[in-house]
């Protein structure tokens, strides 16, 4: 694979005002010009090299507008990698690029390995014998860290997931080779339409799932939903306002589809947070019957993590007991606010309510008691397993790109199956997901089929 | 004994199987002084096993041998008693023509097309030792001490190489079908150095079809519609003989229970590695248990014999066994058995120890292919047999060598595989084994091969012209459909209606059209009738084309990857030792294989894409430091 299409951030992780991330390979311009919109509606192709463009990234499918951006152009050889290049220049901070970076990987780039980018100018001619070591040991390094990641991931419930969804293709693919190898076997039933569309659909569906409940995977691309709730003046606002300014926001105001909901992102130690803030949910209102309404049942279903504000100088009353009640079975972090003032509150009974859920204390007022929480929210999510923070953002960025792949090709297979398509052609699609998924294991062994094909099966003459 | 000179050849051919044939063939029709020395004239392209030629990717080598310019086609179409096209309902990347093939009409035919070809000589005798100078072959001695000089050298053994064939608990030194072994050549070739392996194969009893109770099984007719191999071919046999279908049962299964401590493969006899996709009736009862009954297919081996092959019976019990199992099969309760079955046993080559021209990296100029690469079946050993003429004809007369890639043939993927992959069971071509299958289809042999076979001198000039006649038609007949449209008048709505499809709307053009599923290229046809004047085989090619653009495209984009890693070539002096970061298991293996190009350095298994990440770059350096030095 030393002639795809590679893409990474090429700015530091954190909190510039915009960052880049950088495309090289073949098929750079076509992937950008395919999520890119000018005002003109310009074809990226058309345009001439050192240039710079302004508009919209989109969701091809959808047209929707993922970030206003500014698009460089540069075609080979006069570029870094002496391949075509385009870098795309969008606002900074962790979730945006992350999306810019998602959004170019799921049409087609593959993320890059460390030192890639270097590696390509060196093989290309563009940089001098001296640097050729420290490529190799870049890919050397890499190469340790792959086996680590890989392994560690061996482990996981994801590989175990995808090699039971790898399994059932490589089934499904067995017979339809059987099918071709040896038409005459009776005994081996012929794999038809219907069956390959239901088996493709229970793996369309599957991927699906974890395209959604992979929390991490969601949590890159559009943040951990977090709602605030609490009774009026235990200090809802003060958690959210020094969560946002400690945090600096990413995206401020992105407004929700009602006037009433207001979005803000936040990274918190590696996890990006949507925080709702439930507008009508203010504290002039009977809270607990505000949480009777739909809406609010809503916002709270849809939550990935919820932050239960408390006053600990005063007595637990029934609306918070109720609101314990109404999180029930949910992620949840019980935050005791206002230490500043004598505590009132039944601690035990708090426990008691909480289960094994964490309890922080704060002052909002004196700016106590954050930290820990962020560090609550942190380890909440990633298990404490948070250190080697980037190597895990980069697999769950390359994983979900493959899983938004592997539907991809699964989709065309159905869709070819259901236009009647022959079985051989919809073979490929399915190969293709099958090899897609083993590039997230990193198993790609070429015999698996034949094996398969010969245990599965009795064969010949 | 006295040893003596007995001529001087480019090329030497050992052994005259379906490798030896083609190789023969081939060398000698691109114009080089050809010999081929044959244990048994008798037995030139004899098939020791199943009567037929063909099937699912064999089939397609067929065509490609055919397209290349070499035999096996012309000799199966003119000799053949039934043939089929298989997968007619399937996509066309899996179709597959098979042949049923009259054995003794088969040998004749190509024993006739040997003699008759200009260059090639053809003398019965057993080589016994290769004559070699500084890892350089010079020739071949053969039993008689006659000694050939020779420029190049193929040899195509098969199985003869230190055979042995074993049934129950008897085991001698035999060629196929009792045919005299080559012991001191197996040793020749292991005093040179070159790695040899142990493969087994097997074959199932023949009964006189005299004693067949027809009535209890089911007919297997060939095609009603004439079919052919070769794109030459114009005369169709059309008196065909009917295949047989039965089964066995539990009866046969208990027998073989029973008497499974007399099977040499389960007592330790056998120590060969046999094929998986070929498996003796033991091996499939034992392995499969559970299955009531197994296919048996009764194969008439000629018009002029009563020999028939009953398929799905390999075995190596006893003989007094396989009478007991011939018994238990409905249909063949009385059938007299006219030879039993039997496992061979031989030493095959060690494949990477080949360049993909087919020549030893070991001995220069000195070429092997068929069954002694490892490989199983008639139509490997006949491709190979084709590419190692070629390429030792064009040494010897200082041409370009000829590689066939993956995305070129099923030949290309054979043979790429063997050399870079070796293979630890004798080898079958399957379509999975191709990547590009869907561009490596039956109907389209001639588009990719033919222009190869023409500038190898193996294709006619008058044959080459009428293949670019044919190519321009259908591109011209696929550019107009792109262009034309039709209108949605009501002819066009009757046509599209009786077909199920929905209404047209619009015009539409005819390629669109034609890519609906329900279409054919017959439909749009009456819509639109060509200017051009199509046979049925320009218009499957434009149907195919038209219809899969899209897949065809996608597969092409592949292969477009897989040049670029073809294109980056690997200096032969590579010393693998002095690169640092690739890993020790990668680095053995390039050693062995020496890869040619990145593309097949990453085919080899244990090397993974960090090692060729190393590779390229220490080829670069290595490029530059030579430059600016």
Redesign the interface.
Known sequence: ????TIAAISTPMGEGAIAIVRLSGPQAISIANQIFRSPGEKSLHEQLSHTIHYGHLIEPNTGDVVEEVMLSLMKGPKTFTREDVVEINCHGGIVTVNRVLQLVLINGARLAEPGEFT?RA??N?RI??SQ?EA??DL??A??DK?MNVALGQMEGKLSRLIASLRQALLETLAQV?V?????????VEEMTLPMIIEKSTWVKQEIEGLLKTSSQGKILREGLSTVIVGRPNVGKSSLLNSLVQENKAIVTDVAGTTRDIIEEYVNVRGVPLKLVDTAGIRETEDIVERIGVERSRQVLKQADLILLVLNQADELTLEDERLFEAIDGMDYIVVLNKTDLEKKIDSQRVEELAGNRKIVTTSLVKEEGVNQLEEAIASLFFEGSLDSGDITYVSNARHIALLHQAKRTIEDAIDAAH???????IQ?DVTRTWEILGEITGDTV??S??DQ??SQF???? | MQKFEAGSFDVIVIGAGHAGAEAALAAAGMGAKTLVLTINLDMIAFMPC?PSIGG??KGIVVREIDALGGAMGKVIDKTHIQMRM??TG?????RALRAQADKVLYQAEMKRLMEEQDNLSIHQAMVEELVIEDNEIKGVITQVGAIYRAKTVIVTTGTFLRGEIIIGDLKYSSGPNNQQPSLKLADNLRELGFDLVRFKTGTPPRVNSKTIDYSKTEIQPGDEVPRAFSYETTEFITDQMPCWLTYTNERTHSIIDENLHLSPMYSGMIKGTG?????SIED?VV??ND?P???I?LEPEGRNTREVYV??L?TSLPEHVQRKLLESIPGLEKAEMMRAGYAIEYDAMVPTQLWPTLETKKIHNLYTAGQINGTSGYEEAAGQGLMAGMNAAARALNKEEIILSRSDAYIGVLIDDLVTKGTNEPYRL????AEY??LLRHDNADLRLTEIGFKAGLISAERFELFEVKKKLIEDEIVRLRKTIIKPNEETQNVVHSKGGTALKDGIKGQDLLKR??MSYEDIEKLSPSPFELTDEMKEQIEIQVK?EG?IE??LQQVE?LK??ED?KIPDLIDYDAI??IATEAKQKMKQVRPLS?AQASRI?GV???D???L???I??GR??KI?G
Do not use: W
């Not at chain 2, 399937?90 to 899996?94: Q, R």
């Not at chain 2, 094929?275 to 498996?279: F, L």
């Open positions: 694979m030393e002639f795809d590696k060196f093989l001619g001098d014998l050729a490529v190799m890919i050397r890499k190469t792959a080779e099918n071709i190898d040896y038409p005459e076997y009776d005994d236009a009647a398509v022959p079985i051989d052609m490929i070429e015999e089929l034949l094909l010969f009795c064969l010949g003459k | 199943n699912p990717a298989l997968n399937k996509g066309p990347a899996v094929p998986r996709y070929c498996p499939k392995r499969f299955k009954r197994h296919q297919f398929q799905g390999s399957l379509t999975s084994r299958r869907l599923p329900e899969y897949y996608k597969s990857k670029k890693m980056k640092s970061g990145i298994s993974n894409p960090a060729i990440s190393i390229l770059v220490y670069e350096q530059i430091a600016s």
